[in-house]
Every structure is written in C-alpha cells, then in structure tokens.
C-alpha cells in the first residue's frame, strides 16, 4: 500500500474512532459511538472509551458501568467487549447460536452439556434474582456449593455460556472488580431488532466508527457469514458511502469528510479498537513492525504510541502512590515536536486516573 494511501485511511479512521476532534462528552458516549469495544482486559477497555471522550476519568468510566448505561459481554468474536447496554441483547443474537455449536467439543472435553448448563442457570438465577450482584469468583463458589464443579476451566465456560445465552452480564463495579447481574434486570429496556434491522445496524455502526473498512474486515470483527455482511451492506443503503483506494473497496459513514485532521500523538491502550478492529491492520502499522505491538502472535496487543495516525511505539505504565510514570519504546526516535505531544498525552492519561504525571521515558531501537 503506498504510503498517501495508508496516511488517508489512518486519517479517516483518526476521525471515526474519535481519536482527533471528538465532540463525545462521556464514556457512555464513546461506547454508543464505537458499537463495540474489544474488552478482555477491563483496564484497557476503561482507558480507550476515556481517550474518546476527552477529559472523562477513570471515575467517569465506572459511574457508567454503576448506572447501568454500559455492560461486558461477549457479543462478538467469542470475546469480552464493553456495549451500550441496551445493545448487548440484539449483537449476542446475531452469531451467538453459531459461536455455541461451535464450542460443543470443548465444552464436551470439559464434562459440560445442556443438563450441566441448564442446572447451573438455575443456580445462578437463584443466587443473583432481585438485584443480586456477585464478583466472578463468590459466583463460581456458588456453583461449587451446589454440586457444579468449577475446576479446570469449568467455571470460565459456564460463565461464557450463560452471557451467551443472555442470562448474564458484567454490569456495576466493585472493590473485588466487575460484578456479575442478571441481564433482564439490568438492562430492563433492551433494545429490540429483527435480524436484518440488526444486520443494518451492525453494517452501520461499524463502519461508522471504523471505517474506512472493507468487507473483509467486517467479516473479521464480527464472524457473521458473507452472506449476511452482504446483506447487512446492502440495508444500510444510503447510511454509508464508499471509497476505492489501491483497487479496494472501503465502506464509512456517509457523513463523515474526507479532509485532513491536525496531527497530533496519542497513547491508546492495549487492544485497542484503532489497531485490532480490522482484519487488515497494514495502514495503521506496517507488517515490518507487527511483531512489537503483538508479540510472538499470541493474541496479546500492547499499548501503542500512535503520531498522526500511524503506530509508531508501544508504552507501558508504572503506579506508583500518587503519581504515574510512562516508559515508550519507538520504532525509531521521535522529533521534538512528537517528544512534546507525548508528555501532554502522559498529562492526559495522568488526570484521567486521578494521578499526577511522573517520568516520561522514550527509548527508541
């Protein structure tokens, strides 16, 4: 891809992730605006709906989860994102029949089958109806004390299986971590959709707030089938608009301009929606590179340094009592002006945990 191509896509995408000139005014807003937003590690997940809505804390991040307006689930992919609650009944739809056939050998290896799940839902509707709310771990400890061994991985997939299902989901926050609620009484005005209305919305919001993406990418982030994505492009009809650059079709929302932004550095978390959403990740860091920002392929993306739009370094954080300190490692050694957009940024992540700056390190090699 040359080189204007991927400064184009990475500008659009600036704009559709927020991450220049956002407008949003609270987590729950980045949320809404992202569709979905990759979630497994929760501390990550905080940090990227923060960086979309400027000068939103880490306090503001969990009064959402607290109040209800957000959840985490595994709505796509087999994997925990962060939903707009309202939303997270009509995704886990979407794929979820095929995503649970698809884990019956494991689940099978593990001595888990419908009896086994169907008593366990029992139990965990007996523990947590009329407001209940347990950590992950005093849930299993209920599992356990009812005769539904949790070891060897048990209780994970239990869990998985009945978020799936849409018996459960991680709603307000506690001192141990993410309480676990009954989702009918946590989201007790859950948005309804038919399958194609909710293949368009799909289609829509995310192009809306990845794209520039291909239908590829789509199928990626999603794993709803071609077919549907196919169909899911052609309902949204005048919603979005395309683009063809190097011979690929590109999808985005239709209103979103095609003009430079100002370009700035960010620090983005691990995971984050900006790298990770795509199926394709060339025109935000180049091949060459892939192997610092994800280590050995192993599924586990690291924070990444992004100036005007391209992956550029990753970083890491040390708390410390009252401060933060934040240690980069570039691809190669950033200019003066760069240098000084990331201790601003450090400043950023700093008031977003309620902590004052500390050192701010960068190393290149």
């Known amino acids: 891809m040359r080189r204007t191509d991927r400064a184009r896509i990475a500008n659009l995408r600036l704009v559709a992730h927020n991450l220049v000139a956002s407008t949003l005014t609270s987590p729950a807003e980045a949320a809404s605006s992202m569709l979905a937003t990759q979630a497994q590690d929760l501390s990550s997940a905080q940090w990227a709906l923060a960086v979309r ?8 991040v969990d009064k959402a989860f607290n109040e209800g307006s957000i959840v985490r689930s595994w709505p796509f992919r087999g994997t925990l994102h962060v939903t707009p609650a309202a939303d997270l009944g009509w ?29 366990a839902a029992d139990v ?18 209920e599992l356990d004390a009812s005769g539904i061994a949790t070891g060897h991985q048990r209780g994970g997939h239990i869990i998985w299986y009945l ?5 459960i989901c991680f709603g307000p926050m506690e001192a ?3 309480a676990v609620v009954l989702t009918d009484e946590w989201i007790p005005e859950a948005r309804r959709l038919s399958p194609d209305e909710a293949l368009a919305e799909l289609a829509v919001r995310y192009f809306t707030s990845h794209g520039p993406a291909t239908l590829r990418d ?28 190097d011979d690929t079709v590109y999808y985005l929302g239709a209103d979103q301009p095609d003009k430079p932004v100002a370009p700035g ?5 691990g995971f984050d929606e900006y790298l990770l959403g795509y199926g394709d990740r060339d025109a935000v860091l180049p091949p060459e590179h892939s192997a610092r920002v994800v280590p050995g392929s192993n599924g586990i993306f690291l924070p990444m340094v992004v100036s005007n739009g391209q992956v550029v370094g990753t970083w890491r954080r040390t708390i410390r009592r009252a401060t933060v300190d934040a240690a980069a490692t570039t691809f ?8 000084a957009r990331y201790m601003k940024a450090v400043e950023s992540y700093a008031r977003y945990l309620g902590l004052n700056p500390g050192e701010a390190t960068i190393v290149d090699s």
């Open 91 to 119: 995704m886990l739809a979407l794929t979820r029949d095929r995503i649970l056939r698809g884990a019956t050998t494991r689940h099978a290896g593990l001595g888990l089958d419908e009896q086994v799940f169907s008593r």
């Open 332 to 339: 190669a050694p950033l200019t003066a002006t760069s240098t």
């Open 176 to 178: 141990s971590g993410q």
């Open 218 to 245: 789509l199928l990626w982030w999603s794993k709803i089938l071609v077919p549907e994505a196919r169909r899911a492009i052609e309902s949204a009809g005048d919603r979005l608009r395309q683009i063809v650059i």
């Open 265 to 269: 550095l960010i620090l983005l978390p």
């Open 124 to 141: 965990v509707r007996g523990a947590l109806r009329g407001g209940g709310r347990l950590s992950r771990a005093a849930l299993l400890a």
């Open 163 to 167: 978020a799936h299902a849409g018996l």
């Open 53 to 60: 809505s400027p000068g939103s804390t880490i306090t503001d």
